[in-house]
């Protein structure tokens, strides 16, 4: 399996703009993850997925952050607009659920290092 | 609500010495208790997890950790240091209540002496 696929790897952007990052689970995983990244705050959930549907969005930032999940294999984190404290790395994590769950490994992919000047 | 905290920014080991990690937690319910890795510039990579059973979990890469419930401790060990550790480790919690979240803890530079 190729793990967790994040795209791109770098972004750097001028504030104001908008970012789209992207992540492709492990195929067959049912969870899906979004973290950041930063020296100060470590690393935060910023919102979680269960079979596409969100359910727990309370570490996003702000309205500015915004996420989907169309399908199984496929999640977008977008920030619009985009701000200098939004530097960071943002990672995207999967897991295969099952009943409860709680005990779950996940799978991190490589990251998005985000620059925003 | 549930916390995990790595008292140590940092270690330094020589290699071919036994490393120690540590890992504390605050859960409200049983715990479970996870270790990652992270090299630089790459994701974290998952090393091993206690979830019931034998206090003492091997991992990954000839890791182990022990669960030890009265002194909330899930400390990562190695028998012998390898320069090839030298990473950024996390330890991590979850628990009944938690619907998946994990906690991760600040991270520990590892650096293994030649």
């Known amino acids: 399996d190729a793990g967790v696929i994040q795209s791109p790897r770098h972004e750097v952007t001028e504030m104001g703009q908008e970012v789209t990052l992207r992540c492709k689970p492990i195929?067959?995983?049912?969870?899906l993850f979004w973290y950041r990244q930063t020296m100060m705050r470590g690393l935060e959930l910023l919102i979680y997925f269960n079979n596409n549907v969100p359910i727990d969005d309370s570490g996003m930032p702000e309205d500015r952050f915004s996420a989907k999940m169309p399908n199984a294999s496929f999640s977008t984190l977008k920030i619009q607009p985009s701000e200098p404290r939004d530097s960071a790395v943002y990672f995207c994590?999967?897991?295969?659920?099952?009943?409860?769950?709680?005990?779950?490994?996940?799978?991190f992919g490589p990251g998005t290092r985000l620059t925003v000047l | 609500a549930q916390s995990v905290a790595q008292p140590e920014d940092q270690v330094n080991v020589a290699e071919g010495n036994p490393l120690t990690v540590k890992c504390t937690y605050s859960?409200?319910?049983?715990?479970?208790l996870f270790w990652y890795v992270q090299y630089p510039n790459r994701g974290l990579q998952f090393l091993l997890k206690?979830?019931?059973?034998?206090?003492l979990v091997k991992g990954s890469y000839g890791f182990e950790a022990e669960f030890n419930k009265s002194q909330t401790s899930f400390h990562l060990k190695k028998p012998s240091a390898l320069v090839s550790d030298s990473a950024l480790y996390f330890c991590?919690?979850?628990?009944?209540?938690?619907?998946?979240?994990?906690?991760f803890g600040s991270g520990t530079q590892l650096t293994v002496l030649p």
């Open positions: 206690y979830i019931t059973g034998d206090n």
């Open positions: 994590a999967s897991s295969s659920s099952v009943v409860g769950g709680f005990t779950d490994t996940q799978y």
């Open positions: 991590a919690v979850s628990y009944s209540g938690s619907a998946r979240q994990l906690t």
């Open positions: 859960v409200s319910g049983n715990p479970y």
């Open positions: 195929s067959g995983h049912n969870s």
